[in-house]
């Protein structure tokens, strides 16, 4: 993996050499890494180690998808993502994208799953839209009228890829540190007592409004987690699915031999703290009946595993990138489809913190903009 001049230059021209990243998933590993790449010294708090821990970082397969109706913005973001999972893969030793695919099932009307499917032909990347006998034919037993197909999709493993991440940045020198119990945009306190940097960047997710009032709200998001080892070497190839009517998708982790079920829809108010994180039986038959409906086999499939996750969600479903008034720079906002873009994210947040121009243009992700103020919308999963 080379190694990126520009910001090795800029941190000296800047001046910024001590950074404090608060908050260690997925973002902020991410960030603390493209700091430490570009020289500067860096100190991650967080109160549970990597990987570990009530954050929404922590599981066993994320979806990793190219389509997003006509937003080029977004597509140009997550084929930038793709190529860095492909470097951090030989960074960190271990393939972190498994490449299936991506199915989005079209329903009569939706005009999404079209827009996804004219926009990346048109972008030059790799999609198809298949009928019912084409995805026979590509994935037996698997149920469905008409579908586009991101041939760019696949499934990320947090645990693998935070594991990783962990040992890479022990390895290079970051400074870990536990919980944060103060927060100032240049200067954080722990129960080691008050450290000064010269920036700091806070990556902390739902708990995010302790530091920082963002507008964003979080909400609860139930998982179920099938047995699908009866599919044997097919649960290799089957694509992650998912439908935007009714915002429920499905990820084959192949490791555990499961798919995951989980609506995107956002969903009550919640937060990690305190939470009992059981899964109600309406979601549970609900989850069984979307599985079925495209892997009829799994109808009866067992329940492996259940749990709750917690979204941090914006009204407009876009990320918050962005400095706060007093210099403070905030990563938040993730609302439930940022795990994929998490290397490009830390490289956003890095290059802010060190003074340079961001690779693309973060000013559609200010917590200032009008369209926090307005309704939730749908995002396609």
Request: aromatic share 8%; charged share 25%; with cysteine.
């Amino acid at each position: 993996m080379t190694g990126h001049p520009h910001l090795l230059r800029q941190v000296s021209s800047s001046g910024v050499r001590r950074v404090a990243v608060v908050g260690g998933g997925i973002m902020g590993g991410f960030t603390a890494a493209n700091l430490i790449r570009a020289g500067a010294h860096v100190t991650l708090y967080d109160p549970h180690p990597m990987g570990t821990g009530p954050g929404a970082s922590v599981d066993t397969g994320r979806s990793f998808r190219v389509h997003y109706g006509m937003d080029e913005g977004f597509v140009s973001m997550a084929v930038r993502a793709r190529r860095l999972w492909a470097e951090w893969s030989v960074q960190l030793g271990r393939p972190l994208l498994h490449e299936t695919g991506k199915l989005l099932v079209e329903q009569p009307g939706d005009r999404h799953a079209l827009e996804s499917w004219r926009t990346m032909r048109d972008m030059g990347l790799r999609a198809d839209r298949l009928g019912r006998g084409r995805v026979a034919e590509e994935w037996p037993g698997f149920e469905v009228g008409q579908a586009t197909v991101d041939r760019l999709g696949g499934v990320l493993d947090p645990e693998v890829i935070l594991q990783g991440l962990a040992a890479w940045l022990g390895n290079e020198g970051v400074e870990w540190r536990r919980e944060a119990l103060e927060v100032q945009s240049k200067a954080v306190r722990c129960a080691q007592g008050w450290a000064e940097f010269d920036q700091v960047v806070v990556t902390t997710g739902a708990w995010t409004r302790r530091w920082v009032n963002v507008p964003m709200e979080v909400t609860r998001q139930q998982l179920v987690y099938f047995d699908a080892s009866t599919l044997g070497e097919r649960l290799h190839r089957l694509p992650v699915f998912s439908d935007l009517g009714s915002g429920f998708y499905a990820i084959p982790t192949v490791k555990d031999g499961r798919i995951k079920v989980a609506n995107h829809h956002p969903g009550p108010a919640g937060h990690p703290d305190g939470d009992d994180r059981k899964v109600s039986e309406d979601f549970k038959q609900e989850a069984r009946a979307f599985l079925a409906a495209h892997l009829p086999e799994l109808a009866e499939a067992r329940i492996d595993w259940e749990y709750v996750c917690f979204y941090s969600g914006t009204a407009d479903r876009d990320f918050i990138l962005d400095r706060t008034p007093d210099g403070l720079i905030v990563g938040a906002g993730f609302s439930g489809h940022g795990f994929k873009f998490g290397p490009l994210i830390g490289r956003l947040l890095a290059q802010m913190a060190l003074g340079v121009q961001p690779e693309f243009d973060v000013s559609r992700f200010a917590m200032t903009r009008e369209a926090l103020k307005g309704e939730r919308t749908k995002l396609a999963v």
